[in-house]
């Protein structure tokens, strides 16, 4: 991969690194061998604007593509050259589970977020989340991460997703022929993008909550402008869940 060499930062006269930077090439290299680790990265971006640049542009980007390069050849796959959003925020999405806090999305819970070192997104899953007249639209989706034991909320379960070319997507379509409200205060915890509730628009299938393992009232998600998808589950006990699976 060739990249533009770049060694004085060009975006802050206020940063510290005024003797200049090593070049994009290295930093490739060094980051190739670490395996694109994630936390490494989120440090790195934090130096000055210069390596945040850097990240976003290459360092997320071949991060994404080595951690699930079948989801990303998909995302990719409409004739586009760079995924809804950016890279950043998909690389938050595949390793950080948002939680909530109170008085926030998700009733008034305070589960504080965290670092997930490896998730499973699945397209097949995704269809259990889209109504029969969106089940044309590609929608990845995490298992649900779960917390267990969280008082009066019994076991919870927190889980994430990405469509694809959301833009153009059914889901995106029939959200404004419903005329379905943006949340007034809160944003992506991904992207900062505004989110809609798929609740308050009545486009939740009960499919989902088979495919959670969760009770059939207490499943909660929102999709942002940018196609990013965060929700919330109460799951069933485990004899129950499997009870349910097998309906399913």
């Given at each position: 991969m060739i990249l533009t060499k770049q060694y004085r930062c060009v975006h802050s006269a206020s940063c510290q690194c005024t003797k200049g930077h090593l070049s994009e090439d290295v930093l490739f290299l060094v980051f190739?061998?670490?395996?694109?680790?994630?936390?490494?990265?989120?440090?790195?971006?934090?130096?000055?604007?210069?390596?945040?640049d850097l990240a976003k542009r290459v360092l997320w980007k071949e991060f994404c593509r080595t951690r699930a390069p079948k989801m990303m050849?998909?995302?990719?796959?409409?004739?586009?050259?760079?995924?809804?959003?950016?890279w950043r925020p998909l690389g938050k999405l595949l390793t950080y589970c948002s939680g909530c806090k109170k008085g926030g999305l998700f009733k008034n819970i305070q589960i504080?977020?965290?670092?997930?070192?490896?998730?499973?997104?699945?397209?097949?899953?995704?269809?259990?989340?889209?109504?029969?007249?969106?089940?044309?639209?590609v929608l990845?989706?995490?298992?649900?991460?779960?917390?267990?034991?969280?008082?009066?909320?019994?076991?919870?379960?927190?889980?994430?997703?990405i469509f694809k070319s959301f833009a153009t997507s059914n889901v995106r379509r029939m959200l404004n022929n419903k005329g379905a409200k943006l949340h007034p205060t809160e944003v992506c915890p991904y992207c900062k993008a505004k989110l809609?509730?798929?609740?308050?628009?009545?486009?939740?299938?009960?499919?989902?909550?088979?495919?959670?393992?969760?009770?059939?009232?207490?499943i909660e998600?929102?999709?942002?402008?940018?196609?990013?998808?965060?929700?919330?589950?109460?799951?069933?006990?485990?004899?129950?869940?499997e009870e349910a699976s097998e309906k399913d």
């Open positions: 190739h061998h670490l395996n694109w680790n994630p936390k490494l990265i989120a440090t790195l971006s934090c130096v000055c604007k210069w390596f945040d050849l998909d995302l990719q796959s409409s004739g586009s050259h760079s995924i809804d959003g950016n504080p977020g965290h670092f997930v070192y490896r998730t499973r997104f699945s397209r097949t899953s995704g269809k259990s989340f889209l109504l029969p007249q969106c089940r044309n639209d990845y989706v995490s298992d649900p991460c779960e917390h267990l034991d969280q008082g009066e909320e019994g076991d919870l379960g927190f889980f994430r997703g809609w509730s798929m609740l308050q628009a009545n486009m939740i299938p009960q499919s989902a909550s088979c495919r959670l393992g969760s009770y059939e009232d207490c998600y929102y999709v942002c402008l940018n196609g990013h998808m965060l929700g919330i589950c109460t799951l069933l006990p485990l004899s129950e869940s």
